[in-house]
Every structure is written in C-alpha cells, then in structure tokens.
C-alpha cells in the first residue's frame, strides 16, 4: 500500500505560477513510476504529466506542454508539478498517483494504482 498526499494548491491570478508536490510513504518510492491527473467540475478526470521511475523521462499532455514541468526527488520520496502561465482552464483538482506495472500506456487513469486527495488549483481571469 502506497499513501500519497498532494499540497501546493491555491488561488491565482492567470499568468502565475504554483508548484504542486505529492509525497509518498513507503521505501519503495523508486520503484514506481508516477503521473498527474487532473479533474474540472462537471469533467472527467484527464492526464496531466507522468514521469518514469528514474525521473529522466517526463509525458506530457499537449493542452499542458511547455507550461507544465514535472519532476521526482527519489531521495525525498517526493514528485513535483511545477505550473506556469496559469490559464483559468487549469482549474481543476490536481490527484497524484502511482503506477506500478511497465508499459508505454501512460495517459490512462486505469492504470494507476494509488491516488492522492487531490489538491485544488484555482486561477482567476
């Protein structure tokens, strides 16, 4: 079993920046590769970025691309969403989650394992 807890949301203004982290329990943080998801009201929850188990391999969204920078500090058992250029369509909950099994399917909720709470990110116009 894998906890994972979200912080770093708020409110901001559009063109801001916030950086998200999701930190894990466990020893076994490495072995894991690792995504955001995110969910607007009324939406369904939509892939985000995912990175692999070293952290040298990022995925990104399109809508999300060159905006978005994730990245994991192994030693910290810690995975970051750094957000810039805030636009208030990246109003959402943010879930963190792990991703046990291999494959190149990273874009699929299914296929995680483990979720976060969630971490709200508003941005105002």
């Known amino acids: 079993q894998v906890q994972l807890v979200e912080s770093g949301g708020g409110l901001v203004q559009a063109g801001g920046s916030l950086r998200l982290s999701c930190a894990a329990s466990?020893?076994?943080?490495?072995?894991?590769?690792m995504g955001w998801f995110r969910q607007a009201p009324g939406k369904e929850r939509e892939f985000v970025a995912a990175?692999?188990?070293?952290?040298?391999?990022?995925f990104y969204a399109d809508s999300v691309k060159g905006r978005f920078a994730i990245s994991r500090d192994n030693a910290k058992n810690t995975m970051y969403l750094q957000i810039n250029s805030l636009k208030p369509e990246d109003t959402a909950v943010y879930y963190c989650?792990?991703?046990?099994?291999?494959?190149?399917?990273?874009?699929?909720?299914?296929?995680?394992?483990?979720w976060g709470q969630g971490t709200q990110v508003t941005v105002s116009s």
């Open positions: 466990g020893r076994t943080f490495s072995s894991y590769a």
């Open positions: 990175v692999s188990r070293s952290g040298l391999t990022p």
């Open positions: 989650a792990v991703r046990r099994r291999y494959g190149s399917n990273w874009f699929d909720s299914y296929e995680y394992d483990y």
